[in-house]
């Protein structure tokens, strides 16, 4: 049976319940529709899943006219309209997926008043036809969704956002609101700067998802590992694991299959059809595994994801923290798990060498990829240093973290890091020579090999002077110098170099303290759920 139309005007909890079917409003939801409802301006910070689309469609309902919505995921546009058709909401879009017919149709439902809500990309928006038949139109609000995009220093720049800096004089009569789950204090300062909102109310939400279990570990063998994390813990559930490559994704979803853990593959080169499918059974079958590239999830709405893995490193907190969100929206204890190594710094940092972006972006991606290690690295609680990067203080270490669980045991690794540096400088001194981590830790164990022979390695002073740690503990304590700054890997075949950070660890003025990296197993011990 077709739902009744949704009313326009009456009261916000009555919306709520009638056309959205919820009895009660979350977090600061009622602050905001009222906000905004009353013609004011707005800019609500709030995490993945915590609620943001009725903070703007509720108001749309509210207030007389259309609710313009900008986001950047035209891909998301036809599903959102058609859920908002299917409880009365008389919701459209606009965008390069319609045929001239179809657009045309869709502006004369919007001058003749007949939509609720309308979205549209922002490269749509800020076309001078699209913002003269807006003007012909009675308008509810303009919510700006994913509004970080604005931040030219973010992880996602999209520059057409910095257009929308007209709507405030363009529409001065027009509510706006810009949407985001990024928080870091930059983004907010310039969300608010760029789209003209210095008058706006600010809603910030906690972000803290305290029924995520955060965990990162070293990788040993990733997919085996991510096998045992299923097995173990989360046999039947619905999962999501994210590979950096389409080859990796297809491998993993492969491997997982073969040892019957049902997992489908989902990355921007298989055909639309098979990508719509497969993401369709993700939502509606129970206990599936999607193995995706980041192409998977914006605005993916799955209450019981019980798990999210990561086999790759993100190349940012925010990615990471959005990637991880998907988790446990309906509240219930689900795992945020990563494996990592020291490929993956390696690989990352070259990436970011050899793109082809400017000085400025390359600076800014390093300055991304730091903050993301530094979380890998830390041995403090994982939480506590989630959420200073938001800029929001978590106080007390969480209990609900691999390091809160099982605090990772340290080392001084002074002496260790002062004659890596060393061989390092010795080999490029004396040798004019620079290799990756293989040779290098070969000449600290004093390892020979034909190239080493070859190269008269061992006639060098630095040959086997690292012999008190194992092959294993060298790259162990690399990749964390190679996350600190004190090592750097450069060039195509990541050779080592000494970093930004080696000068005062070399002359004895600091001294290093490392992780002693966990097992597995000893961290699976400590978490329950
Ligand atoms: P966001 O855009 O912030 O990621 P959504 O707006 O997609 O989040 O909301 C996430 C989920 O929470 C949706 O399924 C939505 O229907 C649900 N939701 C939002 N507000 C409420 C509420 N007050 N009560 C119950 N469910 C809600
Ligand atoms: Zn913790």
Redesign the pocket.
């Known amino acids: 049976t077709a739902p009744s139309p949704a009313p326009t005007g009456g009261d916000a909890l009555q919306i ?1 319940s009638t056309v ?1 079917g ?5 977090g600061e ?1 009622a602050q905001i529709i009222d906000q905004i409802a009353g013609g004011g301006d707005a800019v609500v910070l ?9 903070c703007y469609q509720i108001p749309s309902l509210l207030r007389e006219g259309t609710g313009i919505v900008v986001s950047p995921l035209i891909a998301l546009m036809a599903d959102q309209v058609a859920a908002l058709g299917a409880v009365g909401i008389r919701a459209a879009y606009l965008n390069s997926t319609l045929d001239p017919h179809e657009a045309q149709a869709v502006e004369q439902q919007l001058i003749a008043g007949e939509l609720d809500l309308l979205y549209m990309a922002p490269e749509r928006l800020v076309l001078p036809r699209t913002v003269q038949l807006l003007q012909r139109a009675k308008l509810a609000l303009f919510a700006i ?1 994913e509004a970080h995009c604005v931040s030219q220093w973010g992880h996602d720049f999209r520059p057409d956002y910095l257009g929308l800096s007209m709507l405030a004089e363009a529409f001065p009569g027009v509510p706006r609101v810009a ?1 985001t ?1 990024t928080a870091t204090e930059a983004t907010h300062r310039e969300i608010t700067e760029r789209l003209q909102l210095q008058g706006a109310r600010h809603f910030v939400a906690s972000f803290d998802r305290p029924n995520i279990q955060y965990r990162i570990g070293p990788k040993d063998r990733a997919r085996e590992q991510l096998l045992r994390l299923i097995r173990t813990e989360h046999a039947g559930d619905a999962g999501i694991v994210y590979c950096l490559s389409r080859r990796s994704v297809e491998q993993t979803a492969q491997f997982l299959a073969d040892q019957g853990v049902p997992a489908l593959p989902y990355h921007a080169g298989l055909d639309a059809r098979m990508r719509q499918d497969h993401q369709e059974r993700f939502l509606r079958e129970e206990g599936l595994v999607i193995v995706a590239t980041i192409a998977f999830g914006m ?1 993916i ?1 799955k ?1 019981d994801v019980r798990f999210v893995a990561h086999l790759d490193l993100p190349k940012s907190i925010e990615g990471y923290y959005q990637e991880t969100g998907r988790a446990g ?1 309906d509240g219930l204890p689900s795992t945020a798990w990563m494996a990592y190594g020291l490929a993956d710094v390696v690989n990352q940092r070259r990436f970011i060498d050899e793109s082809e972006g400017g000085e400025q972006f390359k600076r800014n991606a390093r300055a991304h990829l730091d903050a993301m290690l530094a979380l890998c690295e830390t041995v403090g609680c994982r939480r506590v240093q989630l959420l200073r990067y938001f800029g929001q203080e978590a106080g007390e270490p969480c209990g609900n973290c691999d390091t809160c669980l099982s605090p990772p045991k340290t080392w001084d690794a002074t002496t260790a890091a002062q004659k890596l540096l060393s061989a390092l400088i010795r080999l490029d001194r004396e040798r004019d020579q620079r290799f990756g981590s293989g040779q290098v830790i070969d000449v600290l164990l004093g390892k020979e090999s034909d190239r080493s022979r070859q190269s008269r390695h061992h006639e060098l002073s630095v040959w086997g002077i690292g012999t008190e740690l194992s092959e294993r503990e060298w790259r162990t304590a690399l990749r964390q110098l190679l996350a600190r700054g004190i090592v750097e890997a450069v060039g195509d075949y990541g050779v080592l170099v000494p970093g930004r950070a080696a000068g005062p660890v070399l002359r004895g003025e600091e001294t290093v303290e490392l992780a002693v990296d966990r097992t597995p197993a000893k961290v699976r011990g400590g978490a329950g759920r």
């Not at 709030?46 to 009725?54: E, F, Q, V």
């Open positions: 709520l959205f919820y009895d009660a409003f979350r939801q709030m995490p993945t899943g915590g609620g943001k689309s009725l969704d949407l789950a605005g709405d209450p929206r």
